[in-house]
């Protein structure tokens, strides 16, 4: 018998057996290869490609880098502000409020919030690499605090940056703020101001410096959240809000606002306009003189916003969140830049004016509209004040990746977009 011979059908089975192999092998190859590519399943949520490999890396592999750690020290109230309104976290309280600590993760930053009382130089990380002091100094009694915070930086080895959120004086003079920007051991890499002035804004030499809002008045309890239906409504079968407008302020001797009061009075509006006009100011309300603050914002078509000590102020914004067009007085007061420029660069959909005399006919004007425009002037007003906020959001990660993402020394491969 020929050893070579085999038979036919064992040389069969043999050849479907190799076929098979042959079918595994590149069934499973063409599936590795797409699934690297993100070409199996939906194709709308396709896996880009891996990015090339560095030669610094130590790693095979190559990912995006860890997410810069950033600290965020508040001790303004601009800074609850900014960390829940503008960027959505939120605060635990620890010790009764003496601390109270948030985290935020972006895809690019890692942020840790430490405010209260109990804050202080001493107290936060030693060897945090990147920091954002949020501070007051609107007045000649809260700079020796926030220069106690700046003074303190030079003493802290770990850190490579500073950003500066500030709450400036309200009446536009900031020298003293000058050598702290200008001198390179504050390590100070962007700064976000209320009230800037002039030379902040165009001074040479000083790190970038932008405007950012007053915001709401969060330690009287403005709410985080107003229900878009109670921010828009009443729906247009349901008709007007229940005021034209209204005007609750206090009034200073020979200011504007008396002024503004005296434009409504003549202007045949004051009975279909809710007023309270103190000639106090309170730096502390009671929870149903909150509560009833907020309702009328929200029962009225128009809010009546003269300046106070300084143009801009906190009724603005929570005009705008209530869906209540604020009606803003557009003076400069003491200041040598726009304190409106944010406002007005965004669009802001307030009503400006440069003189109180003419509020009867704006008034007169809006008693005419209809529901329907009315409310679609609510919706408007209240989707503004939205994107006004993700604009803000923006610009803040922004500024701490373009500040602190070249200073990361410790990483050497950092991602860029």
């Known amino acids: 018998e020929n050893s070579g011979w085999m038979h036919p059908r064992k040389r069969d089975a043999l050849r479907v057996i190799a076929l098979t192999c042959l079918v595994i092998f590149f069934g499973a190859s063409f599936i590795h290869s797409h699934i690297q590519t993100g070409q199996v399943g939906d194709r709308s949520t396709r896996i880009p490609p891996t990015e090339p490999q560095r030669m610094d890396s130590p790693s095979t592999f190559t990912t995006r880098a860890p997410r810069l750690k950033v ?7 601009i800074g609850q502000y900014l960390w829940e309104h503008v960027l959505g976290g939120t605060v635990e309280e620890r010790m009764g409020g003496i601390w109270s600590y948030g985290a935020l993760q972006t895809d690019r930053v890692a942020y840790t919030l430490r405010t209260g009382p109990g804050v202080l130089p001493a107290k936060v990380p030693k060897n945090a690499p990147f920091a954002i002091l949020v501070l007051n100094a609107h ?3 809260k700079i020796p605090l926030a220069r106690q915070w700046l003074d303190a930086i030079p003493a802290m080895p770990a850190l490579r940056g500073v950003g500066l959120v500030l709450h400036a004086q309200e009446n536009c003079t ?3 703020l ?11 890499k962007f700064v976000f101001v209320v009230y800037p002035t002039q030379d902040l804004m165009t001074h040479p030499g000083l790190p970038p410096v932008q405007p950012w809002p007053l915001g709401v008045a969060t330690y009287r309890g403005f709410p985080l959240h107003i229900p878009t239906e109670n921010a828009t409504g009443p729906s247009p079968r349901q008709g007007r809000r229940q005021y034209l407008c209204n005007y609750q302020a206090t009034i200073y001797k020979g200011s504007s606002r008396e ?30 003189q909150a509560q009833s603050y907020q309702e009328i914002l929200l029962r009225s078509e128009y809010t009546i916003a003269p300046a106070g000590l300084s143009t801009e102020c906190y009724r603005f914004y929570e005009a705008f969140a209530s869906g209540s067009t604020p009606i803003i007085e557009d003076t400069p007061k003491d200041c040598d830049y726009d304190p ?19 509020l009867p006919a704006i008034l007169k004007a809006a008693s005419t509209q209809t529901p329907q425009k009315l409310n679609a002037q609510r919706r408007r007003v209240v ?12 610009r803040f990660h922004a500024a701490v990746l373009t500040a602190f993402t070249g200073l990361d020394s410790g990483n050497r491969t950092i991602y860029r977009a």
């Open 383 to 394: 989707a503004w004040y939205g994107r006004f906020k993700a604009v803000l959001q923006e």
């Open 259 to 288: 002024a503004a009061l005296a434009a409504l009075e003549s202007s045949g509006f004051m009975d279909h306009c809710f007023v309270n006009a103190r000639r106090e100011w309170l730096a502390s309300e009671s929870p149903a």
């Open 340 to 358: 409106l420029a944010l406002l007005k660069s965004l669009d802001a959909p307030a009503i400006f004016v440069k003189s109180w005399s003419e």
């Open 139 to 141: 007045n000649d009694e």
């Open 71 to 77: 600290e965020v020290w508040s001790k303004g109230s």
């Open 178 to 188: 000058l050598p702290f920007l200008r001198e390179p051991q504050y390590l100070i």
């Open 174 to 176: 900031n020298p003293w």
